[in-house]
């Protein structure tokens, strides 16, 4: 069975909302990365140290916790689509309010713009998910990770962009405000094709009200898949912040050949994620995550005890591979109920992040201790509950998932985006 968005038996309208659905993710990464990959021009504009640029960062993170628990009100209330497109603006706002603060070496301003897009930020990736896990079931096929590796490839080519365009001596604020104009054209007209959002409307006679923001989080199911994917964010975000760092530390390499390892982990974890919805349709979500978590584990270690470049090489990509399906199963198994999905996929995308933003930093600490390559074996222990809380994740029965949220679609009158 093929797994690409377009092959698909589906109508047209299926197939344009699994397209639009991939730029969304992919613009996402861009503009993150956009951001990410220009922080050392950010330092020297406001003359800041690596603490206080590191308490800056933090404003950004701050913003994204804020929005990622009501994000799934927000969708339920205006759809994925409006709820992208007030996403997409506001980041962009906030990207020009980073480029106007940044030419005044105003670090006040920077850190409230930062605020406002960790909360766009925050928002549109809870909705891209929402959207991602609503084309997933009407495909009735995996294509969940793929749309995280378009998230993954567009965070590749903003950060080469951001390079070059530092390499060529391109002002910050100039790259900011082009990158705000692409995002209001983006999120505005790309969410058109997204699937119809079903309105709000009183449930009848005897029918049980829809999971909201507080009753999600006391949901059981709903906070071990947010376990699970604790686990597998932290797994993935240690890798991106501190594999390269560990690779020069810990078998004495150059910066080049750290930057190089990160690059392998990144394409394992992107490659993996672009041809791994065949192999969860084959095997069963449980399996795979189970499987992902071992592989993850075993990479890992090979990474920490290797002796020599080329072993941890082999270590750095299994570590991708085990790394790059989790998070995107975790988002549609937290779906699998689409009458509940914006809740619940709130609930686990802030359980996520909060490991995905709070972890690698802990870690950094533990290896001021004993060293960062020694530290990152600590990243085995959440792997392992991960890897036995993994049958949470398994599809919930027809009646309860998918089946029901169909059933329901078919009985209520839709709203178009």
Excluded at 120 to 149: C, Y
Aim: net charge neutral; charged share 10%.
């Amino acid at each position: 069975m093929k797994t690409d968005i377009s092959s698909t038996a589906a109508g047209p309208s299926l197939k344009a909302a699994a397209a639009a659905t991939f730029v969304v993710f992919g613009v996402n990464g861009f503009v993150f990365a956009s951001w990410a990959a220009r922080i050392p021009a950010v330092t020297e504009t406001l003359h800041l140290t690596s603490g206080q640029m590191g308490t800056l960062l933090l404003c950004t993170a701050i913003g994204s916790l804020l929005a990622l628990p009501t994000a799934g009100l927000v969708v339920g209330r205006i759809g994925t689509a409006n709820a992208v497109r007030a996403a997409g603006v506001l980041a962009a706002l906030a990207g020009v309010g980073i480029a106007l603060s940044l030419s005044a070496e105003s670090v006040v301003g920077t850190a409230i713009s930062l605020f406002f897009f960790g909360i766009g930020i925050g928002l549109w990736d809870v909705s891209q998910n929402i959207e991602g896990a609503d084309v997933e079931h009407k495909l009735r096929r995996t294509i969940m990770p793929q749309f995280h590796a378009a998230f993954s490839g567009g965070a590749f080519i903003g950060a080469l962009i951001g390079a070059g365009l530092s390499t060529i001596g391109v002002g910050l604020p100039e790259h900011l405000l082009v990158i705000a104009a692409v995002v209001v054209v983006v999120a505005l007209v790309t969410p058109r094709y997204f699937l119809p959002h079903e309105a709000e409307s009183a449930p009848l006679d005897g029918e049980p009200r829809a999971v909201k923001g507080p009753s999600a989080w006391r949901d059981s199911r709903t906070l071990l898949i947010g376990v699970v994917v604790l686990g597998a964010t932290l797994t993935e975000g240690a890798g991106n912040d501190w594999i390269a760092k560990a690779t020069v530390d810990g078998l004495g390499t150059s910066e080049s050949t750290g930057a190089l390892m990160f690059a392998l982990f990144v394409l394992a974890m992107t490659g993996m994620r672009f041809f791994g919805g065949r192999v969860i349709d084959a095997y069963g979500r449980v399996a795979v995550l189970r499987a992902s978590m071992g592989a993850a584990a075993a990479g890992l270690g090979l990474f920490v005890l290797a002796g020599n470049v080329w072993l941890a090489g082999i270590g750095a990509a299994l570590w991708g591979v085990g790394a790059a399906l989790a998070f995107p199963m975790g988002m549609s198994a937290a779906a699998d109920d689409p009458k509940h999905a914006a809740a619940r996929v709130s609930v686990v995308s802030t359980l996520g992040y909060v490991s995905f933003l709070a972890g690698p930093p802990l870690l950094g600490y533990l290896g001021d201790l004993t060293g960062i390559h020694l530290a990152l074996l600590a990243i085995l222990a959440p792997i392992v509950v991960a890897m036995l809380l993994a049958g949470a994740a398994k599809p919930l029965p027809a009646g309860q998932g998918v089946a029901a949220g169909q059933a329901q679609a078919s009985s209520k009158p839709l709203d178009r985006n």
